[in-house]
């Protein structure tokens, strides 16, 4: 079963543009979250998304959005770039949202530098 | 905020065990203790997950006290490619619906030495 695949893997921007980032989960995983890494935050929840739906959104100015289309592939987009916006940006698929959690499988990471 | 507490390094021999605390002195009673690890450059791997009682798979051990105030991931006999960033995070609940949010801090950086 293929993993979790992020794309682009690198990226470099400047200041003020936006920037789109791909992910596509695990064949058969609905759920899907977005993380921002950096060395002094460590990972930071973005958003979640199910079927389709935003489910839970962390604590991120409305720069940062997403949204998941019906084969549960899902992209973020980060508008207006700020040389903080500089990171890693995970994504993690997992089977069902449901009572329990169920472990999620992350992708290797988009490294985005803001110039 | 982080609602997990862990050492930020430690070093472990080759073939020891490495034993990796953390505190999460206000899990609620529902709330599960998770153990992810990040090797550089890659996505985070889960390892391991318990609510109460101390649980065991291939990669690894979990013990919880008995009070779930505190818990400790064993690696039983270290490998170099156990050199990771070692996350522990509770499970938290936002609403009364489905919806979770996993809290992560900063974790401990596990080096194996030769």
């Known amino acids: 079963k293929a993993g979790v695949t992020q794309t682009p893997r690198y990226l470099i921007k400047t200041r003020g543009q936006q920037v789109t980032l791909s992910c596509s989960p695990i064949s058969g995983h609905r759920s899907v979250s977005w993380y921002q890494q950096t060395p002094g935050q460590g990972l930071q929840f973005l958003f979640e998304y199910f079927s389709e739906t935003q489910r839970n959104k962390g604590n991120f100015p409305g720069r940062f959005s997403g949204r998941q289309f019906s084969n549960s592939r899902s992209e973020m987009n980060v508008s207006t770039l700020e040389l903080g916006d500089s990171a890693l940006y995970l994504c993690?698929?997992?089977?069902?949202?449901?009572?329990?959690?169920?472990?999620?499988?992350f992708g290797p990471g988009t490294r985005l530098t803001v110039l | 905020d982080a609602k997990t507490t862990q050492p930020t390094s430690m070093d472990c021999a080759k073939g020891r065990a490495a034993n990796l605390p953390c505190n999460h002195s206000t899990i609620s009673g529902n709330e599960y203790v998770y153990w992810y690890r990040q090797i550089h450059s890659q996505g985070p791997q889960y390892i391991i997950h318990g609510l109460k009682n101390n649980e065991t798979n291939e990669m690894a051990s979990l013990i919880i006290t008995e009070d779930r105030k505190s818990s400790t991931l064993i690696l039983p006999h270290a490998t170099l490619r156990d050199t990771a960033v070692y996350y522990c995070?509770?499970?938290?609940?936002?609403?009364?619906?489905?919806?979770?949010?996993?809290?992560w801090g900063l974790g401990t950086s596990l080096a194996v030495n030769p």
């Open positions: 995070i509770v499970r938290v609940a936002l609403n009364a619906g489905n919806n979770r949010k996993l809290i």
């Open positions: 993690a698929s997992s089977s069902l949202l449901g009572r329990g959690y169920n472990e999620q499988f």
